[in-house]
């Protein structure tokens, strides 16, 4: 009998630990498990925020896939997706084709507009190794530029955020700690820089704990970071962007962080989706689709306490990773499909400069000490996928 082909579609949280785990479950002739992502390796999209302000090489995000897993038990394809042909049940690749018995989609999340125009042609908006090299290089572009100009530009100096979300937060916390340096490295007065994050919601971290929102908001503020809360944007241009009250802030550097949708590639091959994310049912399959299964950002699962999606984490998506190899395990071998319920045990935030606040099993953390469990939560992540060896190699140093 043929073995049955599971692919994997993605080698962030969700696929690369999926891919793990299935290799631990199932035996050398139990499966043909192979593993197809964009890039030769995985990167810790949790950590981004740190290479694009330029607090953190982005060397140290990546890690090469063949390194922590075991390419005997798992084919690693690097290409790219481009489609998912269900009913055929196969996988259009930019080089080539797959076929499936079971299929695990794992390919993260896009930027969400929603609908504002000019984001993709004027902002900052991917969240990739990539990306954040771009907007570290550009950041530091502006201040050079700024001094070798005749005519001094504001707009140059000008930073905004869009969107004081989780990542908006991340992103102007490592900003703002390091403007001080790039002043003196660029001989630019720390007034001139000018960092907004601009936000549509009522409030910064939206459905965050207000105390520690608070916290996060005049520990930035006291770094020069001003916020204009419950202030849509909308249109970014060249060279600014356009609140929703008419006025115009110039600035050369937008950063786009108002959250995510699934990937395109749901949509576009036929899958039933909000914002790019497909409903599950408790086991983690897609309806109507015994075949698929669909974790990770590409996922919509409910909070059934308030009635609302949970919001996209990693946190969630390696927890997906891990029931999802059990799930086919039981199809391939026999058992009960197990439910997904997420173990939320806390969220953390960091704000650059060993600052951080969170939320860990129900009590509020502020400070170094939240700073330090944010860098535990790091390394947890490291270890779950590669083991203490990867921790070692990449992991953060909690002091
Ligand atoms: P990803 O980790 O994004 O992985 C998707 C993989 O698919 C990538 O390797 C990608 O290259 C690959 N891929 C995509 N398209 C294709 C294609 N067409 N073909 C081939 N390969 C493809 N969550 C937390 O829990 N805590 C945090 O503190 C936190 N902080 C964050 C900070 C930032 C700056 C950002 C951007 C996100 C943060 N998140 C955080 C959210 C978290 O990173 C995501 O929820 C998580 O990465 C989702 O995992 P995933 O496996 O679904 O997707």
């Known amino acids: 009998m043929n073995k049955p082909r599971i692919v994997i579609l993605g080698a962030g949280y969700a696929g690369l630990i999926t891919a793990v785990k ?20 995985h990167y810790q999209t949790t950590w981004l925020h740190e290479p694009a302000a ?6 140290r995000t990546r890690v090469d896939i063949k390194s ?15 489609e998912i042909k269900k ?15 079971y299929l695990v989609v794992a390919l993260g999340s896009e930027p969400e507009t929603f609908g504002v125009p000019g ?5 900052f908006s991917k969240w990739t190794v990539n990306g954040a090299r771009q907007v570290k290089d550009h950041i530091d572009y502006m201040f050079s530029k700024y001094n070798n100009e005749d005519q001094k530009r504001d707009e140059l100096l000008t930073f905004v955020v869009a969107g004081a979300g989780f990542t908006g937060i991340e992103f102007i916390g490592e900003l703002s700690e390091r403007v001080p340096n790039l002043c003196k490295k660029y001989d630019v007065p720390q007034e001139k820089v000018k960092m907004y994050v601009i936000e549509a919601a009522p409030t910064a971290l939206p459905g965050f704990d207000p105390e520690l929102v608070e916290y ?29 009250d008419g006025d115009e802030i110039k600035s050369e550097t937008v950063v786009w962080a108002t959250g995510v949708r699934g990937s395109s590639i749901i949509e576009k091959s036929g899958f039933e989706a909000m914002r790019g994310r497909v409903k599950v049912q408790s086991d983690l399959r897609a309806p109507e689709h015994d075949d698929v ?5 590409c996922a919509l699962i409910i909070n059934e306490e308030i009635n609302r999606p949970y919001p996209p984490t990693a946190q969630i998506a390696l927890q997906q990773g891990e029931v999802c ?55 947890r992540s490291l270890y779950i996928l590669g083991g203490p060896g990867l921790v070692m190699k990449k992991g953060k140093s909690p002091f």
């Open 22 to 41: 299935l290799k631990k479950e199932l035996g050398y002739n139990e499966a043909e498990i192979t593993l197809v992502n964009k890039h030769q390796y």
């Open 325 to 379: 190899a059990r799930n086919i395990k039981a199809l391939i071998k026999g058992g009960e499909l197990e439910s997904f319920k997420p173990d939320i045990k806390g969220t953390v935030a960091s704000l650059g400069g060993g600052e951080a606040i969170g939320l860990v099993y129900g009590k509020k953390i502020y400070g170094n000490s939240a700073s330090f469990m944010k860098k535990m939560i790091d390394n």
């Open 119 to 123: 984001v993709f042609e004027h902002a």
């Open 54 to 59: 330029g607090t953190m090489d982005p060397e």
């Open 216 to 244: 996060a908001m005049n520990l930035l503020e006291s770094r020069g970071v001003e916020f204009k809360i419950n202030c849509p944007i909308k249109e970014v241009i060249e060279g600014g962007v356009i609140l929703a």
């Open 68 to 82: 922590v897993l075991d390419t005997n038990r798992v084919q690693f394809v690097k290409d790219i997706v481009i």
């Open 87 to 101: 009913d055929e049940k196969k996988v259009i690749l930019e080089k080539s084709e797959l076929e499936y018995d």
């Open 293 to 297: 299964f669909i974790i990770g950002d």
